[in-house]
C-alpha cells in the first residue's frame, strides 16, 4: 500500500489500559507539585493516544521517508476514567486534502465516551523535516 491507496473512510482501533503514569497527578508532577489532581486519565494523555491510534492507521500507507505529523486538536474531554481502566480510541479518517489527513476521533472508556472530536495530521517527508529541525536549533 502508499499514500494513493489511503481513502477516507479508514478506520482504527487501539485499547490502553490507563496506568499511574497517565494520570493527572502525573501531569502535576511535572508542572506544579503542590497541587493535588485527582486520579484519572490525563486530557494531554488522552490526546497523544488519539494521536497515535492515527499514526497506527496511516503507517501501512507512508513510505519509509515518510511520517505524519499533528497539526490540529478539536477534541473535548468528557468523562473521567479512573487509573486501572481501559481507554479505546477509534479514529477514522473523514478528508484528504493534499498531504493534510482529518480523522473523526471518539475515546471511550469502560463505561462511557470519555472524549469526542477531530485531529489532523500532515504527511511530511522525513529527512526535509529533520534538516528544517537542524537549521531552526543551529539558528537559536
Not at 478506520?11 to 502525573?26: G, K, S
Not at 481502566?85 to 480523522?103: N, P, S, W
Request: proline share 5%; charged share 25%.
Amino acid at each position: 500500500m502508499t499514500l494513493d491507496d489511503l481513502k477516507p473512510g479508514l478506520r482504527h482501533t487501539e485499547t490502553i489500559t490507563v496506568r499511574e503514569a497517565m494520570a493527572v497527578p502525573a501531569q502535576a508532577r511535572i508542572f506544579d507539585p503542590a497541587t493535588e489532581m485527582p486520579p484519572v486519565f490525563a486530557t494531554a494523555n488522552m490526546i497523544a493516544f488519539i494521536e497515535w491510534a492515527c499514526v497506527h492507521a496511516l503507517a501501512p500507507y507512508l513510505g519509509s521517508h515518510q511520517r505524519s505529523v499533528g497539526t490540529k486538536v478539536e477534541v473535548s474531554h468528557l468523562g473521567a476514567t479512573p487509573i486501572g481502566m481501559q481507554v479505546t480510541a477509534e479514529v477514522k479518517l473523514v478528508e484528504i486534502d493534499g498531504r493534510q489527513l482529518r480523522f473523526a476521533v471518539v475515546c471511550r472508556d469502560e463505561s462511557e465516551i470519555i472524549g469526542e472530536g477531530h485531529h489532523e495530521r500532515m504527511v511530511i517527508d522525513h529527512e526535509r523535516f529533520m534538516q528544517r529541525l537542524a537549521r531552526k536549533q543551529a539558528g537559536r
